[in-house]
């Protein structure tokens, strides 16, 4: 099983950026993709960035793609999140995810 810890949540401007951890502890396969989901008051779910360890193969949704980059550390077994240039909209709780496993959660709150 893994293991998910994230950091880097926080209350940003709009246009401004942050950036998100996840480290993974446990049992973590080569072939394995880590991903950044969320989830914003009143709202499902949703897919927002992941990463295959192996290749660095990288998909994004469409709403975030050329404002965030998801990045990751082999040695550190952690994906990052940049996220720049911050909407309202962005508003969620920002969860990673590996192998069915899920992390607490950061909040990430982008003021108008």
């Known amino acids: 099983q893994v293991q998910l810890a994230e950091s880097g949540g926080g209350l940003v401007q709009a246009g401004g950026s942050l950036r998100l951890s996840c480290a993974a502890s446990?049992?973590?396969?080569?072939?394995?993709?880590m991903g950044w989901y969320r989830q914003a008051p009143g709202k499902e779910r949703e897919f927002v960035a992941a990463i295959r360890w192996s290749s660095g193969s990288m998909w994004y949704a469409d709403s975030v793609k050329g404002r965030f980059t998801i990045s990751k550390d082999n040695a550190k077994n952690t994906i990052y999140l940049q996220m720049n240039s911050l909407k309202p909209e962005d508003t969620a709780i920002y969860y990673c995810s590996c192998a069915g496993s899920w992390g607490q959660g950061t909040q990430v709150t982008v003021s108008s």
């Open positions: 446990g049992r973590i396969f080569w072939n394995y993709e």
